[in-house]
T-cell receptor, first 114, second 115 residues
């Protein structure tokens, strides 16, 4: 079984600044993946970034990067040069290759202000 | 190409009525998932279909919930005798195969309101 915890229900950041969203997880799997999804008001879940647990290098996708601390079971998302379009709910999720369903945290609502 | 589509976008129903929610996955995706997103909560797994295999129904909250997938494509989630606690956004996702290696693509969801 896997559990995912997001301890920040809401966050706010000014445009062009950097913000970090926190996520911790617990899993008994050895081969697992971690994800950050973005859900704007349109409700469409969009994959932002993915990290394979066996890779030590932190994943990056343009302005989005993660800090993956495997021993601490921590997986934070850093958004650089925040844009108004980044305003959304962000969900951290964990999944394994032996399973199928993703386990999601409760989400962090991010507001980017001008 | 076309993404995952869901219908209706919004559904308001009276307590005790049955509802059907539809999901059209991405063509060629053999895996299909239903999740429920209640207010202030993350996504809760409901049911999983993979090809012609028997579905995993372990996440269905009660026997009022059922789902089917016809011809390995379109899926319908049915909620019988709806209750107010069934109010939520129901999200469908599809992927090329089983396992987290395969990215799950989500539809826009159906917002169900039970009055």
């Amino acid at each position: 079984a896997q559990t995912v915890t997001q301890s920040q229900p809401e966050m706010s950041v000014q445009e062009a600044e950097t913000v970090t969203l926190s996520c911790t997880y617990d899993t008994s799997e050895n081969n697992y993946y971690l994800f950050w999804y973005k859900q704007p008001p349109s409700r469409q879940m969009i994959l932002v970034i993915r990290q394979e647990a066996y890779k030590q290098q932190n994943a990056t996708e343009n302005r989005f990067s993660v800090n993956f601390q495997k021993a601490a079971k921590s997986f934070s998302l850093k958004i650089s040069d925040s844009q108004l379009g980044d305003t959304a709910m962000y969900f951290c999720a964990c999944g394994s290759n032996s399973g199928y369903a993703l386990n999601f945290g409760k989400g962090t609502s991010l507001l980017v202000t001008p | 190409g076309a993404g995952v589509s869901q219908s209706p976008s919004n559904k308001v129903t009276e307590k005790g009525k049955d509802v059907e929610l539809r999901c059209d996955p991405i063509s060629g995706h053999t895996a299909l998932y239903w999740y429920r997103q209640s207010l202030g909560q993350g996504l809760e797994f409901l049911i999983y279909f993979q090809g012609n295999s028997a579905p995993d129904k372990s996440g269905l909250p009660s026997d009022r919930f059922s789902a089917e997938r016809t011809g390995g494509s379109v899926s319908t989630l049915t909620i019988q005798r709806t209750q107010q606690e069934d109010s939520a956004v129901y999200l469908c996702a599809s992927s090329l195969g089983q396992g987290a290696l395969n990215e799950q693509y989500f539809g826009p969801g159906t917002r169900l309101t039970v009055t």
